[in-house]
């Protein structure tokens, strides 16, 4: 590639709208399917850290917000860690889709 067909990069300023809208797509929290449960315990006893935050999936802010309201999802804590759980007669959970609403005849995958 040529010089002249570069293009120069220049940050982005905190107040404009393409910022926002980047960092927007990371306001994801990350929540345990409570059929995850017991191996995110275990993997938490033995101390494999990484691999028991493997297990959490992300969901937005706002849908995490909705659901917690809606008592979907609860908090508690697991050995000195602070976690969301989902309510598994509610939000179902495969490897393959992630995490689903149950009451749904298709499955609106969240």
């Known amino acids: 590639m040529k010089k002249s067909e570069l293009i120069p990069m220049k940050p982005m300023k905190d107040y404009s709208s393409e910022a926002k809208a980047y960092f927007e797509q990371f306001d994801g929290i990350k ?25 959490l999936v992300n969901l937005s802010e706002r849908k995490l917000f909705s659901y917690y309201r809606e008592n979907y999802i609860y908090k508690m804590q697991v050995k000195g860690r602070k976690i969301f759980m989902a309510d598994e007669s509610i939000l179902g959970y495969s490897k393959q889709k992630g995490l689903y609403l149950k009451d749904s005849s298709d499955y609106n995958f969240i």
């Open 31 to 55: 929540i345990l399917p409570s059929l995850l449960f017991n191996q995110y315990d275990d993997y938490i006893e033995s101390q494999r850290f990484i691999e028991a935050d493997n297990l």
